[in-house]
């Protein structure tokens, strides 16, 4: 990690796990790269952008009992609104099933731009590796295409906090082959991440190697059913990370 941004998120305090408070007032050295809200002004924006894992079944109306869908964005989400009614704490979700990067670049205006959000969380990848692995482009154009992505959002919302999750796989019963394909591009799309996240000054949450020690627990299958799309608690995993990491990177509101 960079030290400016090492330096950035030191100076952060962190003031308690009642929930997050990021409108916290910071003085104009804190700031840096970030601007977070502060008190009295319109509440904090989140946006969760991906495939189907975030995507979660959603709805694509106005039927508030399924916007968020039935993932680890409607677990953060429902978690926040709980705690802090009177923040106007406001969530979307923008993942759509079936997305790759280059389909996330091609909606970004609308589903994120134009929503302006305060902090921005993307995950991404999973359905980009067996285009890779078919050769139908490269890894090193998925990871420009991910590139114009955080730098469009840097440009047009440069007071954005931008959070990178790393797409994960959980493999249980897959052949030999097909496993050993999936990881090594999945392990290089992770570096690339970790990579995008220290040069942009996003920050990186690792979902990996959680969900690699889960197995200490229980079977892969407990997690994730399928190799990609987590179960009910393998999103309760990735809700609980998340909000760890917000805890560690930002101000917590006050009671």
């Known amino acids: 990690m960079k030290k400016s941004r090492r330096n950035f998120f030191s100076k952060i ?11 916290a007032i910071l003085s104009g050295n804190d700031r840096k790269n970030f601007t977070l809200l502060k008190e009295n002004e319109k509440g904090l924006t989140i946006l969760f952008q991906g495939d189907s894992i975030t995507d979660g079944a959603r709805s694509r109306n106005e039927d508030w009992n399924h916007v968020m869908g039935h993932g680890y964005a409607y677990l ?9 009614p009177k923040k106007k704490l406001m969530f979307y979700n923008r993942g759509i099933s079936g997305n790759k990067v280059k389909d996330l670049l091609n909606r970004w205006q609308e589903d994120t731009i134009d929503l302006k959000p305060d902090l921005l969380s993307i995950l991404i990848g999973v359905n980009d590796v067996s285009r890779i692995i078919a050769n139908e482009y490269t890894l090193e154009e998925w990871k420009e295409d991910y590139k114009t992505l955080i730098k469009k959002t840097k440009a047009e919302l440069p007071n954005t906090i931008i959070f990178l999750c790393e797409p994960f796989l959980l493999i249980d019963d897959w052949s030999r082959v097909k496993k050993l394909q ?18 942009y000054n ?5 979902l990996q190697e959680p969900f690699n020690n889960s197995l200490k627990k229980t079977s892969a299958k407990y997690w994730v059913w399928d190799g990609v799309h987590p179960m009910p608690a393998g999103h309760e995993l990735i809700a609980r990370i998340w909000i760890n990491e917000a805890r560690n990177h930002l101000s917590f509101f006050e009671k």
């Open 182 to 199: 999936w990881e090594e591009v999945m392990n290089k799309m992770q570096s690339i991440i970790r990579q995008l996240a220290d040069h």
């Open 13 to 23: 305090s962190l003031m308690g796990f009642a929930g997050l408070t990021f409108p």
């Open 76 to 84: 953060i989400s429902s978690r926040l609104w709980f705690d802090y």
């Open 202 to 206: 996003c920050v990186h949450i690792a």
